[in-house]
């Protein structure tokens, strides 16, 4: 993404907060569990403790270039969306939630209010949405050949 000079210097700080929080928010509960925890989580618990920790990461990698890194925002507003809609809406309406899953509703819901003003949204159109893709057949060029004297 090439679209940095676009922002203006407190949009890009906006989103370095955004990738800090990320980092801090997300970091002081994963990485403890994920480290320290005595007991194997088991399949889906150890997948997703390993998702979130590399979510941190990548976050981290954020605050250094933020605008690199919007696809991880998007990717962040785009699982807490499906979440919702999916699990955490039709578990609520059923009236049949209990603390673990009230407590991704409120993460995911915080995700939800904090991404969508926080993204350049005219970046992304013109980068990502807007851009011409990549060609998915390159031409080979050989390697320059060094002249020998």
Do not use: N
């Amino acid at each position: 993404m090439a679209g940095a000079g676009r922002l203006s210097t407190a949009r890009i700080y906006i989103l370095r907060a955004t990738y800090l929080l990320i980092v801090a928010g997300l970091g002081v509960d994963i990485w403890p569990r994920l480290l320290l925890s005595p007991l194997s989580p088991g399949l889906a618990q150890g997948v997703v403790r390993s998702l979130l920790a590399a979510v941190t990461l990548m976050a981290a990698i954020g605050i250094w270039q933020p605008v690199k890194m919007l696809p991880l925002l998007l990717f962040e507003l785009s699982w807490k969306s499906i979440w919702l809609a999916a699990v955490g809406l039709p578990v609520w309406f059923t009236g049949s939630m209990d603390p673990a899953t009230w407590e991704t509703f409120k993460a995911c819901l915080l995700g939800l209010i904090i991404f969508p003003p926080v993204i350049p949204w005219r970046l992304v159109r013109s980068e990502l949405a807007g851009a011409a893709g990549s060609p998915w057949k390159h031409e080979m060029i050989p390697p320059q050949t060094r002249a020998t004297t």
